[in-house]
């Protein structure tokens, strides 16, 4: 899925800000509630920073602070760089961050892990990277995610291809098993409105998503893209309708350190000796 996911995004890089509205709204909600959280801000990593929208606008209201990005798609970097050349971007997998443990005191990620087989070694990884205190702050989307295909008929709705998108309640799983301290995980619907099916696909396939497959048996049909069309149509707006479950997480590292003798102990009494 990895080759597949990067190969997707870096087809669409170049006309994936023109189309990404929900990622761009997304991302302002992200930041709105990272000002409320009150926290160090010096050494940030963005993970699936794409074109670097995120990151451009946490460079604009924290100038000072020191910002990695990482994505998996070297063509998404690349869109980045140019706009912003002094921009430090790492390809890299959002599995496996590579980073010494304790370099970052935030790490934020904006729609990119229902993109990666994620699970708590992953979210252990974070946990190890954060300093001290650290936060971890994302969104995700969640099962809720183009819940208007589920109105197309079941045979027809087999064939299309989706991410597998998981429940919020996992998330809190992860961060839990994975020694995250005060987890929250909240969630909320972004619906948009197309005045043409055609429209609405175009979204989806410029942001990178193919629910589509290339796999012949998968072909769809004149008449089952109709069928399709159909379902997703809705009469109330005369529009057709695309909602996203966006998944909010929010969780902090202790404030503890391992002592020589690998005892967990307080950063402050650390700093008294
Ligand atoms: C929907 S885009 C979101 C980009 C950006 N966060 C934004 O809000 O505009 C998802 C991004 O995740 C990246 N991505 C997908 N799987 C990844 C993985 N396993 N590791 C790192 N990045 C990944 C894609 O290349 C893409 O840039």
Known sequence: MNKETSNSFSKRASSYDSQSYVQNDVNKRLLDR???IKHDKKNILEVGSGTGCLSQNLKLKYPKINLTSIDLSHEMLLIHKRKNPHAQCVTAHAENPPFKDETFDTILSSLTFHWCDIDDSVFQKYYNILKPSGLLLFTVAGPDTFKEF???PKEIYKKLRFNNFIDMHHYGDYLLNSNFKDPVVDNEQITLEFSTFEKLLKSLRLTGTNIISSNQNQFISKSEY??????LYNNATNTYELTYEIIYG???????TPDKTGKLVEIKEVKKD
């Open 150 to 152: 589920r109105k197309c």
């Open 250 to 256: 929010y969780a902090l590292k202790h404030s503890k």
């Open 226 to 231: 109709k069928a399709i069309k159909t379902s």
């Open 34 to 36: 990272l000002k409320i």
